[in-house]
């Protein structure tokens, strides 16, 4: 490749800039560089998005081992998934071999990635503490996440068959639209979308770990715990009531329904 530093970020800059999450902005800064570096290899984006899935394996056991320096070490490996996460997207953008393929194999890699990780977390924690609740708070979390990423495809599976194709182009535009105009979302909501959704689970558990490896485990109510736990049993709550609220209000309201022509 010809292209510098300067005239990547140039690239990158007009697909990414308005559509990434706040943090990734800065991961992004970071990522052109190794992305940089691998496009001097042959490197596709399919076979950086199979390396992104390895690191987030192996961060997941080092998170199982449930020790302080495992879990730092889990937290670092799990960052290095993310700038791959980042990188497989650039690599097919730069190469122009972006494809519906290949992003339904970067989708896949979430489902794979990111409720495996919520699972390691509670056996570490159980590791650590020996709570019986740590490891079904984790086992919880990670399968209230499958099912809300579930609900959210079934949606579009259960719409687009409804119809017969000639429907499809009205159905697209209605459906991805809902006929409502996007308004600027404030900074409330931009917070809870980082704490509740994906990417930004990954971002608050490498800040805790890091957190967590530096004071040690806190004591509330005569109960040793860590920031990392108390951040799981969060989601062990969050994600199955935010699952059947979700279910209740899509069966309730028919909202699949309203989306058809």
């Known amino acids: 490749m010809k292209e ?127 709570y019986g609740c740590a490891f079904f708070l984790g086992y919880v979390s990670s399968l209230s996440y499958i099912l809300l990423e579930i609900a959210g495809d079934l949606r579009y599976k259960y719409i687009f068959t409804s119809r017969a194709q000639s429907h499809i182009p009205t159905l697209v535009n209605k459906s991805l639209s809902g006929n409502v105009q996007e308004k600027e979302e404030s900074m409330l909501i931009k917070l809870i979308k980082m704490y509740c959704l994906f990417p930004g689970v990954m971002d608050l558990i490498i800040i805790s770990s890091i957190i967590d490896f530096l004071i040690g485990d806190i004591v509330i109510f005569n109960i040793r715990l860590t920031v990392l736990g108390l951040l799981l049993i969060s989601y062990g709550i969050f994600y199955p009531l935010s699952f059947a609220r979700g279910l209740y209000r899509v069966v309730k309201n028919k909202e699949l329904d309203k989306l058809l022509p």
Request: proline share 2%; charged share 20%.
């Open 4 to 130: 510098g530093i300067s005239e990547l970020k140039e690239i990158f800059r007009g697909k990414y800039e308005k559509k990434v999450p706040y943090t990734e902005k800065y991961l992004r800064k970071v990522s052109v560089y190794l992305t940089w570096i691998l496009l001097h290899t042959d490197l596709s984006a399919n076979q950086a998005t199979v390396i992104m899935i390895i690191f987030g394996i192996l961060s997941g056991i080092f998170f199982c081992l449930g020790t302080k320096l495992m879990t730092l070490s889990g937290a670092l490996v799990l960052l290095i998934w993310y700038f791959f996460d980042l990188i497989d997207g650039e690599i097919a953008e730069y190469r122009k071999t972006c494809s519906t393929t290949g992003s339904y194999f970067d989708g896949i890699s979430h489902y794979i990635v990111h409720p495996y990780v919520l699972f390691c977390l509670g056996i570490g924690l159980y590791r650590r503490f020996d």
